[in-house]
């Protein structure tokens, strides 16, 4: 019994610190240092919007969407008035946050990159950010993360179910991050892994 409240405790602990900072993200006015790249995390037209705004404030030379091709993205900067010399970069398929992550870095990497800023969701951000560190400093990288959250237009009571989600989300995430750490692989390659994941979200996410 002691363990289960033990668990319980721990659990709450981790959500009301993951809502907290999402809350701080959503909130507060971020002050960005020039980065190597601008990463958008999948999730909507007004995150990669987001993206594109702080390619024209000269904010990084190169831009990434996550599971958008290099030629679409080219379109999206041309249409939005984006600088004609930004570098755009193939973002690659993904199918969890981990995986962003894990593209981010492989892009990092093969680039040579030193700093990148994150855009995604205030919500989403936490997550983000913490799965980006870890996962660079597991994989001995020195690179600086910035993150930049969206402004969303359903405004931050409107997003209220997303918060405890986050913080369910994350133990998928280590869980993911961990077994790839630890086998090499990706962890949603296994059929079996993406049955067990799908399930979890209908037992226990909410809306």
């Known amino acids: 019994m002691k363990a289960i409240i033990l668990i319980v405790c721990l659990l709450c602990l981790v959500a009301v610190i993951q809502t907290s900072t999402a809350v701080y993200f959503a909130k507060s006015t ?29 904010l990084a030379p190169r831009f990434m969407v996550i599971s958008t091709t290099a030629p679409h993205l080219q379109e999206l900067l041309i249409k939005n008035g984006a600088p004609e010399n930004i570098s755009t970069l193939p973002g690659g398929e993904s199918r969890s946050t981990f995986e962003d992550v894990y593209q981010t870095i492989q892009t990092i990497q093969d680039n040579q990159l030193r700093s990148a800023i994150v855009v995604t969701s205030s919500y989403h951000l936490p997550r983000a950010m913490f799965l980006m560190r870890a996962s660079l400093w597991l994989a001995g990288q020195d690179v600086s993360i910035q993150g930049f959250s969206v402004k969303e237009e359903q405004g931050f009571s409107k997003n209220l179910v997303q918060y405890p989600n986050e913080a369910i989300k994350l133990w998928g995430s ?14 949603l390659d296994a059929p079996i ?15």
């Open 30 to 58: 971020v002050t960005l240092e020039p980065a190597d790249l601008v990463v958008v995390f999948p999730g909507g037209s007004r995150r990669i919007i987001t993206g594109i705004d702080l390619i024209k404030d000269d």
């Open 174 to 187: 280590i869980i993911e991050m961990t077994g790839q750490y630890v086998s090499g692989q990706l962890l």
């Open 193 to 207: 892994l993406k049955k067990v994941q799908r399930v979890f979200k209908e037992a226990f996410l909410l809306g």
